[in-house]
DNA sequence: AATGAATGAGGGTTCATTCAT
DNA sequence: GATGAATGAACCCTCATTCAT
């Protein structure tokens, strides 16, 4: 790679990070584009050079967080080494739940912007095939009902943990996660 | 009440109600004052005579639309002749899931901008104390407990239902419900 | 006529004034509207109210400043105490060169941006209908002929006089005018 | 010359033409260095190293433009031959016609940009000197009234032709040429 | 109480030009 | 000579808010 090739990598990067950090502190809304390149310490032009507009950058920085959270997943949480899928499952989630704890921004821009479809997409990115990875961890057969366990898996905890790690309301994280983990176990042994 | 004061409340409502209507068509960013006043055949001057800015105008449209919502639940779910807390709890959901299909925008306002902390004061309008409601149906008498199990329920219903009605992924509402009916049964069961 | 309305009135006249002050000086192109609204001394979002935008301003002004010139031919140039049709024209053209040789930043405003149809417009709104109008001093009646000859002349006298007012090149408009009236008697005289 | 001065010269002309193209088609304004390259298949900075600015690229677009019209009328015109020095006129005017209305485009750009200063040195470069030229057609000695009558026939026949060209109003060339040409023989008769 | 003309900071975006490579 | 990433001033336009009437 040219030094030239490689000052653009690191162009985009600054701007990428400088703007997750912005839409984390004040909101997507509230940002413009001014605040990411006096941040990033840039021309404004620059800024168009790498992305279109402020929302194909948010597209692209979800897409980006979303890939190493997961990546994160496949290769710290040691889901491989079980031999449950309830256990696989748990431990997934344990790792996502702590890379979330360690980084309470990243949760809220990810929650705030994270559709199923991204997710999918993201997931897919970082291991070829997200259907086939799932398949080999739950055993479904069945591409929808295996997407509706997925699915219905991803949103309760999300959507359950986001209050309980941002705020600790309704109460914290140690205290939530036990009850959270049963139910998971119980979701998964529902019949579809 | 006199003639005046009904006539402020008369406009404080077309107010709201304009502004409803466009903040679920064209988003509330991308919905201006001007449009409001314009549609509702008033003064710009005129709301801030009732709203101290388009901040609070959405805030109490958040609230208005939840207590409604609630109130419909109270009225009309039936869950008071049922026996069983867990059918209790499943007829309000269903009266909740029916309301939100027949008004998907109601659905994506109130999704996007309601808050545990706003859900919980709406129900509280409604029937006075959210705790001494569902105390009645779930007979849990730990205050925490009964809100972590609230807090719960109402977590995953509200987001999983919520790409299901509005655009029917990964299954449609009719599909999904069995399976999510058993699944808060299941959470109902659960021990905290 | 309100005090509020009069001066409304007032600030679109001064945004006109001042436009087309700078229009002449410095051209349309490197006319911002913030030198519009700096010079008129008025805040920028208030040109958006009287304009939709600066191309509407421009045709606004043509028009405006056609009609002017129009009026005081009608008004000033004594060409309806005359017999004979060609003299009547050679009144209207002496008077309108008269009056672009005291202004000769209209007569560069106007020759840029004046098109036949535009000064069609302009004629027709200050003479009702500029058909009848020419009619009757030219004594054509074919709609179609006459309309070729007024072109004709139109174009002639404006674009000679153009470089002669401004520029006195290649000859001063005192030099040229015998000459470009003698012309015009003779385009007057010819067969369609 | 050598190979690399060849090569500038054929840059050079690129940059012309695509840029021709391109003001013609979106106009001078609306034509940024940026489209220009991108035709050309250059770089940006290239276009630097052949133009100080876009206004010097335009001002020499005109006159290379010019000269290739006047270069046609003494090469394919035929007026040489002919006898009458209102027929040489005539027969210069034609072959004028005859190119602008094949290339429209052409009249467009040159007539919103050509002035009487560059329209003069143009004649100058491909006939050596304008004034020796329509002194030989015209046989009129005096140069100050002979550049009256060039200007005047020029001005007349540029600018009733443009609209009637480029937008067939208020009728078609072929329509206006005969009657255009009986002016055109009646200003030469004209005295200064 | 109601009006709506006026404000002006700040939004996103463009693009002629420079200069290190 | 050729490149094209970087610049940043300047563009047009929006709109929440104010305030004289």
Redesign the pocket.
């Known amino acids: 790679m ?3 090739e490689e ?2 990598l ?3 990067s600054r701007l990428m990070e400088t703007a997750f950090s912005l839409f984390t502190t004040k909101g997507f809304a ?6 990411i ?1 006096r941040e990033a ?15 194909e950058l948010q597209e692209r920085l979800i897409v980006w967080k979303a890939e190493d959270l997961f990546q994160h997943v496949v290769a710290q949480s040691g889901y491989e080494k079980l031999e449950d899928p309830a256990d696989k499952v748990i431990a997934i989630i344990n790792d996502i739940l702590d890379q979330l704890q360690k980084t309470p921004h990243l949760l809220k821009f990810i929650n705030k912007n994270l559709s199923w479809g991204v997710f999918r997409r993201a997931i897919g990115r970082a291991e070829n095939n997200y259907i086939t990875f799932f398949q080999n961890i739950l055993g479904i057969q069945d591409a929808q009902k295996l997407e509706i366990m997925v699915y219905t898996i991803i949103e309760f905890v999300s959507s359950t943990c986001h209050s309980v790690i941002l705020e600790q309301n309704p109460v914290d994280l140690e205290t939530y996660r036990p009850f959270m983990t049963r139910i998971v176990r119980k979701i998964l042994e529902t019949e579809l």
């Open positions: 040219s030094k030239v000052n653009k690191l162009k985009q509230h940002t413009t584009i001014s605040d390149v310490d840039m021309a404004k032009g620059t800024f168009y050079l790498y992305f279109h507009d402020k929302y």
